[in-house]
Each structure stands twice: as structure tokens, then as C-alpha cells.
């Protein structure tokens, strides 16, 4: 039965050649989604050893206080890294994400804030989009580290599409409001350190939003931060 499978398998990779999503080359029976030479040289961050002088830190600095920090890629545009991301993001791509947030987990085990986590919180879409997407990434990434680090995904934060007090704004003031409010609803007081976990850091202004969210809310724990690839040209 299992040799039935692996040739019609084979029979449908001579058909639709399976190939890498960063740089296009057709995979080996062994290799999922990325080519080995990709797995292997897509540039790397390494944040998560390097807490005190991480560039999460050093950008977030007197916005939040970050308490541990984590980046997989380093993002630049028209690199393999992009590639990835766009394919996780518009072409059905949980499983990737999966996938490359349990990589990232497995080596997240050795930094010394991961095991004080009490949960992962996504950076939510808005319900349009994630409805039109059916996923939303940056949850799906955290499932791949729940399933590494044996730490729960938190579905807290929502988006506040209802902001109020915006119809004596400007268009554009008000399309900014909207979209970095963030509303927490239900209790999280037992909460002493969670981890904001997003697909790409830029500014961080996402990531203050939600820290504005949470002290709303009343989170007084420790907030750490989780990316999956961070902009380059900051550095
Ligand atoms: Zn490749």
C-alpha cells in the first residue's frame, strides 16, 4: 500500500514538480517546501541569543519594555525571505507557517525567558481579511512554536473595528486609528508573561499598539516579543 502511494506520489510530482517557495528549484523527493540550500542559507537573525543588545530591544526602546526577543529571518525585499512570506501569507501557506514557527520553536528552547512563558498572543487581522485569507499567519507561526516550546497560542487580542469618536476625523487619521486599535475582552489578570508574536517588524508600531491594548486591559506581567523575520535596513 505505502509503495502504491509513494508512486502515485511520484507520478504527481512528474506532473505538478513540486518547487521551493523561496528560490524556485524543483525539490528532492526529502525536501519540503524549501530546497536545502535555502533551509540553510536564507539569512538568519539569531536575536534570541543576544537578549540584552537584541535590535527588537534597541528599536522598542521607552515603547515597551521588552523582556525577552526573537527574530528567525532577517526580511529584505526581493530576497528568498520575501518569497516565503508572500507564500505564507496569499497562497494557503498554514502549513508552511507551521512548519517554519516549530523550526523556530525548537531552537527558541534555549533562550532562558522561553520556559517562563505563560502563552504566545498573535497579532490579530482584521475579521474581513482573515475571513477573505481564512488563516491568520501570525497565529499559524505560533502554532508551529506551541507545538516546539509546549506553550499555548492566546487568541486575546481582536481588532477594534468599532473605534469610536473618528467620524470628526480626517480620512486618513481615521484609517490610521483604526488600524493600530487593538481591544483585549476578557480577563487575563492570572497572565505574568506573555510573548506578542507577529509575521515582520518594522517600526514596531503594531507591536506598541498592542502593549497599549494590554495596559488597558490591566497586564502588569513581562511582554516579550517573537518575529519571524525582521527588516534589515534598520541595522
Ligand atoms: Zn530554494
Redesign the pocket.
Known amino acids: 500500500m505505502k509503495a502504491k502511494i509513494n508512486l502515485i506520489n511520484d507520478f504527481l510530482g512528474l506532473i505538478y514538480p513540486k518547487i ?6 524543483a525539490l528532492f523527493k526529502h525536501e519540503e517546501y ?2 536545502n ?3 540553510y542559507t536564507l539569512p538568519r537573525a539569531y536575536f534570541h541569543r543576544d537578549t540584552e543588545a537584541s535590535l527588537i530591544r534597541k528599536i522598542l526602546y521607552g515603547r515597551i519594555p521588552v523582556f525577552g526577543s526573537a527574530a528567525y529571518y532577517l526580511f529584505a525585499k526581493k530576497t ?1 525571505v520575501q518569497n516565503l512570506l508572500h507564500y505564507i501569507k496569499y497562497k494557503q501557506g498554514q502549513a508552511m507557517a507551521r512548519k517554519i514557527g516549530k523550526w523556530m520553536g525548537e531552537e527558541l528552547r534555549m533562550a532562558d525567558w522561553i520556559g517562563d512563558l505563560d502563552g504566545l498572543v498573535p497579532i490579530p487581522l482584521h475579521p474581513k481579511k482573515q475571513k477573505e485569507r481564512g488563516y491568520n499567519q501570525s497565529e499559524e507561526y505560533g502554532r508551529g512554536i506551541e507545538r516546539a516550546i509546549n506553550t499555548p497560542v492566546l487568541n486575546i487580542l481582536h481588532k477594534d473595528i468599532y473605534t469610536s469618536t473618528q467620524t470628526q476625523k480626517k480620512r486618513y487619521e481615521r484609517w490610521e486609528n483604526v488600524k493600530n486599535n487593538f481591544l483585549i475582552e476578557q480577563n487575563i489578570s492570572h497572565l505574568r508573561h506573555i510573548a506578542l508574536v507577529d509575521d515582520v517588524m518594522t517600526t514596531g508600531a503594531t507591536f506598541e499598539a498592542a502593549y497599549t491594548a494590554l495596559i488597558n486591559a490591566g497586564y502588569k506581567g513581562r511582554v516579550s516579543i517573537i518575529v519571524i523575520a525582521m527588516t534589515t535596513h534598520l541595522l
Open positions: 521551493c517557495i523561496s528560490c524556485n528549484v524549501l530546497c540550500r535555502c533551509k528568498g
